[in-house]
């Protein structure tokens, strides 16, 4: 695996400025939530970093990257091409990272969309890719202090706020998205 500094590098040549500054916001915000949540920060910065390393590569690049790598994807990811760049971001973080663990590379691949039963380290990296300084909507500061406060409130209403932004433009919700936020909703343990 890279060092951090050697991934820093290529991140910083290899995305956008806009895109190489989100980055740092979400790896920095995912090692404090880290340190909250007994998650090695460590883990949580590699994550935070990598989680976006696909994202400027080509429709046809991420394609043909999935191909090759026999992934299947259901038919909302098929429409949803915004989604792409979390599907192959494990395999771009292998490729040109040297990222081997699972629990990262799962973190990466579920920071777009979430999924039911997420680790602390995905749910960190889901929420950190939405709150980091740089973020700016509707209802942000609220999840962050929520997050902050408690790491499975604040994801829920992250979750709860992707949902109502799709539908708001009419766009497709990733069935795992919803699978997520009604995994917390079925936790006897989960309070709101």
Do not use: C, Q
Not at 84 to 101: Q, T
């Amino acid at each position: 695996m890279l060092s951090i500094e050697e991934m820093n590098l290529y991140l910083k040549s290899n995305l956008l400025e806009k895109r190489y500054m989100h980055t740092l916001g979400v790896a920095d915000t995912a090692k404090r939530l880290a340190k909250l949540n007994g998650v090695s920060e460590k883990k949580a910065e590699i994550a935070g970093l990598a989680h976006d390393v696909a994202k400027n590569l080509s429709i046809d690049k991420m394609r043909e990257m999935m191909k090759e790598n026999n992934v299947i994807i259901s038919e909302i990811e098929e429409k949803n091409m915004n989604l792409w760049h979390s599907i192959v971001a494990p395999i771009e973080a292998k490729d040109k990272l040297g990222i081997d663990d699972d629990e990262i590379l799962d973190a990466i691949r579920w920071h777009t969309t979430g999924k039911e039963d997420m680790s602390t380290l995905t749910k960190i990296i889901y929420i950190a890719d939405m709150i980091e300084p740089g973020r700016n909507f509707d209802g942000v500061d609220e999840i962050r202090r929520a997050t902050f406060d408690n790491l499975d409130k604040g994801v829920y209403f992250g979750l709860t706020s992707s949902i109502k932004i799709l539908l708001a433009k009419n766009l497709l919700i990733d069935e795992n998205t919803i699978k997520a936020r009604n995994y917390f909703l079925f936790n006897p343990e989960f309070k709101l």
